[in-house]
């Protein structure tokens, strides 16, 4: 499945393309394999907020809050700060960061306690 990770997270920068929910179904049966690339498109893409934040999405509805959130919470804590905005001036990625990491302390996983 590794091989294949990043060209799956490709296409969840868009929920209306056709292969969407079929890599999305594909990548949760692996979240261990997928967050380090994950991590990877969070610091390589900041210029697109939307990809950013359907893979945030993903992250919170398909990978367990644990030791995987974890592994990203310092690209977590950069989103939670950032002055990204999507194309309708909504500031939602921040937003969604922030809940992560709420979530990633109550589970008592997070540094920033």
Same mark, same amino acid.
């Not at 999405?57 to 990203?72: A, C, M, N, Q, S």
């Given at each position: 499945m590794e091989p294949y990770v990043d060209e799956l997270l490709g296409w969840l920068a868009d929920p209306n393309w056709p292969p969407y929910l079929g890599c999305q179904k594909q990548l949760a049966r692996f979240p261990e394999v997928t967050i380090d *690339?994950? =991590?990877? #498109? +969070?610091? =390589?893409? &900041?210029?697109? *907020?939307?990809? /950013? /934040?359907?893979?945030?999405?993903? #992250?919170?509805?398909? !990978? *367990? !809050?644990?030791?995987?959130? =974890? &592994?990203? $919470? *310092?690209?977590? +804590?950069?989103?939670?700060? @950032?002055?990204? $905005?999507?194309?309708? @001036? !909504? !500031?939602?990625l921040p937003k969604s960061a922030q809940r992560m990491l709420r979530l990633l302390k109550e589970a008592g996983e997070t540094d920033a306690s």
């Open positions: *690339p994950i =991590k990877e #498109v +969070i610091l =390589k893409n &900041r210029s697109d *907020p939307e990809w /950013l /934040l359907y893979i945030l999405d993903f #992250v919170e509805g398909h !990978v *367990p !809050v644990g030791t995987l959130w =974890k &592994r990203i $919470e *310092p690209e977590l +804590i950069q989103l939670a700060n @950032g002055e990204v $905005e999507d194309e309708e @001036g !909504v !500031v939602e």
